[in-house]
């Protein structure tokens, strides 16, 4: 599959192949359309003159360019931009015109005479609906891939600031996770499953044409312990009209090297031609409170338990932490008696009722040449956690331009800036949830002086809360511009450039009262920037004769991106109030940059034989300059294949299942998702010693790193019942992913830890089915309803050795799924000794390392949503249930906050942990509180076992809403055309068993180098919120 | 055709951009091939090297002093003694074989420099440093886990140095000898005392024939250090923690606030700016308090309001806390542990050079009577090396060497009354991805 070139002099003559088999393909290309363009000569024998005008059936608009063609000869027209033909023909009356016109139902009309008015109705937006897919259009039953378009109107209502988010369950086989409650963080996209260890399994977006990075930019040095910002919420997704998913190979394979993980294409709204122009206005304003919080025991049963512990762990009596402070022994700090200890409740001054707004005006309309859509955006979003919020400002301009009948030109831009705050949220002695969740209650606030008390490692949560200062702006522009030209009634040429420009800019300032700004204050100043360019070429070909229909294409894309990052530390303040870099005492520098190339040639064909059996196939090649020379070329080609069975003869006509279809395809991807040169030996700066310049190897070389391959099969059959008002589709599919991208451990005396290779297979096998139903459709009563199920198994196929991701209690293993948990097996309590018993895997009578096993993986077993449509005249109300079922959680926070006293002063206890073993006879317990091995070689608290991993299964309102159009009498009173106020509710309920606040959280989602997935290590559960909003069209 | 002219001009316009485009080439790195090339990238290397070291001695110090008795991780207090297991073993065994292919890299690639890209003395210089380096991780690899896999070349792939297998403890020193010996020809007397220089490596091979048993020489490198004008003791104690580059080191990795170490964060208090991981063993503390014993050394410790002590050697806040490898009170101890035990025993020697170090420390002295046995005067010795370098990585192979782990840490560690213990596992990691390697019997 892979051609291996040994030298540059040979890529050359490799890029010779190309351009020589290229202009092979135009030139055949070429003299195919000769031939057509040959056989429309006409006769000039006149016989009759016909004038007439093509029009919108309803709205009565013109419509320009619609095709008018006699039958039985060669003879075709255009309309003019006033809807206008006219024909001299060699015809006489009466004859018959077919009129066509995209997104319109073809028509036949007798002519008798001039002149001729024809009404075309609009195509209903169903199977015949023409679908833009990847580089090609045809029509939906044309189709042999699996895809899935959401439109703007069935995206979840609920105020997301991304669209990710508002596509959750819509489409069978992509699952989609809000990883935390806070605004426009990172949110978890697996199409299909995980293809890849560490090379990334996010999706491909495209916006509008435009390849978009959907890789967080963030650098602060400090981090934000595990929170990352999501690239997407630069986007408003009020600007957006549709969005397809494109999941099989057959679908992705154009976009080759990076098609593996599917490929979310996004479009904006446009203006329509020859339409008034159009106002819109909305606004909404919510609130929201993140509830069920972790509940935490008193100060005096913090105290006894940890003295249990003490006593338990048969330690003296004279030195337990709880006793009268006036009891002194040297190095054993006493705390004061149980009963005397205060609680002060931490938790719920990190939190707070969350306040929300947004407004977005839309202008779009067009004439006869031009439409366009402007659409400007403000939007204020508080997380329930304080301290982060996010504000949006965008803007989008969206413009398309027939110059002549042969010349068409537009553009699509948006440009948005997303001014954060953020704070340190987990990990490490910054985190405000460590300061808040983690700090013991019996802790005072103050010290006796009234400063902050910093008893344990933690900050303290108001010196945070007062003193964090930490901010982030995302600038985004997201550009695109294109032509295209006729270059035949049936082919065209578009050439489109592309940028997408994302700066992100992040201050922080740390004063002498937290942690990072020991001793004298710290301040970080780093900006990111990465900009993508994108030049495509585009040849597309349309034909319908008789039976045959037959599409084409052929393109070229050559990309550039490039990343950049300065980042400025100051340290040594003189003072809390100065906080600029400039006033430190020591400033450091650095600046980094890294770049990336990919070229890539595509082409594709369907063909379509009388309405029944269509075949499709395509082919990519690219090149990438992250690879080995030598492995740099790589071929995805993909073939599909389609059987209309309803459009067979003797399928009966009258049968109660209509459209059923039966579609299949096989191809191949890649994923070049890697670091930007992994495939050399590199050597690095910056590793300096006593103020003099070093350098020293960083990484390891591996000349024959290629690219990941991912193959897939899919099979679907789709149909409807009773009249169209059932739709059901299901697929199944099986992709295999070999050459796995993987940093993988190498003997430590080479001196380095790892290096990429490609090691490794994975497979996903999985089913998706969706079925959408029209219930009722009175005339003043409807009520729809969308159900959808995805099922994927997940299995690492091959490994030679397993690895160990963060955290210890990830695994990847040959023979198990990606994120599968490995710890102790932990069996319950011995109701005798109040000991835990774990499962002697070893047989060995002990409990050790080896003891450890893989107990679950995380993934779900399956997952969707039922949603459900009402309108009663001009009431409308949306119903969305979301569900998981047999997905896991790791309740990293719960390891911490269970352990029975085990950790003394320096961690807080959670009430569920005074349900632990007291006599002879407890059951349904946990274990005795003690921090002494058992005999056994265990230990009761503290070790990563299976009792911390919990079923995270959910049944969620995702979200609920009612709305009210007012009746058309008083808008038109009003001189508006449409008014909608509603009411929307989010997450207002969640059916689970998790004993964490949230189900859905996934604390490390992006550490995927980590390993990590699955994890609840101090999330911010899903906001619970209310939200009021209007409308208005004018 | 007009056509073909366009599209054919567009292909010429993408490929030219193609090449151009997938041509792109690191900004901040450099690759292997070209990297030390003449003087000035040879001494950068050089520093890369150096760099290593700050990384994995700080964490190597941590775990020999958790495996003694004079530190105590502060969340599991009960715990005196760390149980090493190979899944928990730590030691620094990757960030050594880091250090060992830095060098490496130096040592291979300098002898093939072309006249006229580096003077003779610079050439000398640099690999003379390179080699005291390497000779210095092979010491530490010997001592920790009692002998490792000797790779003398750069790593170039992931296979390099496929099949080498562990070399014995004897060989392991013995190649830090050879590596020292070479250092020793190279090196000139001019004293830097963050850089390797001929003292260096003097005191390390004291150290080094201390280990190896070879009195005599011992004696004999120590002296050469101590007899040295650039080298003496530094009153009071905490002078030559609290300053820098003071008359008491003879190699002291260095850090600064533009390369800051993150060592103190493991030994100060919260309220300091730290999470005191390590503290200092609280019946070890009661050492170090007394005025008959610790003297003035208890000024290593810091009582915080709760009332834990916590160890100030490394705790500037601003990350500049030099780690001390070698200083000029080991050379005394050296030579005096190498008197008495020497085939022709000096006690009296001895004796003497134990007194210049508690002197030092306000501390009484000894006064010599022939009274004293061999014997007695060692443990005094053993005694006065781990209140004097109590912190420093030394106390744990201290007692290991003299083969009374056993008697000494037996009562804390009942496993260190096996001798299979007193060498460290590899870790479990490290044994997984490479099967040349195989664990220490008993792990």
Redesign the interface.
Known sequence: MYRIVPSRNA??RH?RDH?RR??WL??AL?LLLTNYSTNAQTTPLINSTLTGTVLDARTRQPLHQAVVHIKGTTHTVETDTKGKFDFVTGQKFPYTLEISFVGYEKQEVEAAGSPIEILLKEAPKQLNEVMVVGYTQTRRNAQTSAITTVSAGDLSKASYTSVTEKLQGQVPGLMIASNSGVPGTSVLVRLRGATSITAGNDPLYIVDGVFINNESLQGLSRGLGGQTPNPLSDINPEDIESVSVLKDANATAVYGARGANGVILITTKRGSKNAKTKLNFSADYGIGKATNLWELVSGTEHAELVNLVHQN?GKSYATRPFRPLSEVV????AYGNPEDQKTYDRVSDVFRTAHSQRYNLSVSGGDAKTNFYLGGEYQEQESTLKLQDLTRYSFRFNLDHTINRKIKIGTSNSISSVPRTVVRVGDG?AGLFQAALHTPTFYAFYNADGSYA?????DNHLAILANSDNHAVSLRSINNLYATYS?LPNLSFK?SLSNDYNNYHEKAYYNTNL?YG???GEANDVTTTKQSLI?E?LLNFYSNRNNNSFSFFAG?T???TKTERQTLTG??FPSNQFKRITSAA?Q?ASS????????SFFAGANYAYDKRYVIDANLRAD???RFGADR?WAYFPSVGLAWNISNEKFYPQNSTVGNLRLKTSYGLTGNQDID??AS??????G????????????????PDLRWETTSQFNIGLSGSLFNDRLTLEADYYRKYTSDLLLN??????????S?Y?NVGEISNTGFEFLASSKNITSKDFTWNTTFTVSHNTNKIEKLS??I?GSYGMYRLEQGFPLYSIWVYNYLGVDPQTGNAIYEDVKKDGKI??DDRRIVDDVWPLFEGIFKNTFTYKNLDVNLNLFYRSGNKLFNYTALFLDVGGT?GV?RSIQKSALNYWQKPGDVDVLPRPT?VINPDGSRNYESNSSRFLEDASFIRLRDISIGYTLPAKFTSALKISNARFYITGSNLLTLTRYSGPDPETNSAADSESELVQGLDFNGVPQTKSVNLGVNITF | MKLTNLVFILLVMVFGACSKVLDTEPQATISDEAVIVDEKSAQAALIGTYDALQGYIGGTIVALDLAGDNVVNFNSQNNLVANKTAASGGGGFSSMYTTINRANFVINKLPALAEGTISTAARNQILGEAYFLRGLVYFDLARVYGGAPIVLEPAVSPTSHKGIKRSTQVQTYAQAQADLDKAEALLTEKVDRNRANKFTVYALKARLYLYTQRWELAEEYASKVIAASSFSLVKPFSNFYTGKNTTESIFEIAFSSADRSSFYTNWLSPAQGGRHDYIPAREFVGLLLDPQQGGSRKSLLFQTPEGVYDLIQYGKQDGTSSIYVLRIAEQYLIRAEARAKKTSPDLPGAIADLNVIKARADVPVVNYSPSFSKQDILLLVEKERRLELPFEGHRFTDIVRTGRAGEVFGAINPNLKNEQFWIFPIPQTEIIQDPDLEQNPGY
């Open positions: 890529l050359r890029q351009r290229l202009s135009l030139a070429i762990d040297a190095g054993f700090p002695p910093k008893p344990t490692v933690f270059i050439t942690v020991q001793p004298a030049a070429q070229n050559v990309q550039y340290t040594g020591v450091t980094s940059g890294s770049d990336y190339g990919l070229v090149a990438s300059s740099r930007d040169f050399r030996g590199l050597w690095t700066g590793r300096n010693y006593s103020e003099l310049p070093g350098i020293a190897p960083s990484q390891l070389a591996n993988e451990p190498v003997a430590a005396k080479t001196g380095f830890s290096v290779r050795t397993p160990t050790t390392a950790r320096t921090s």
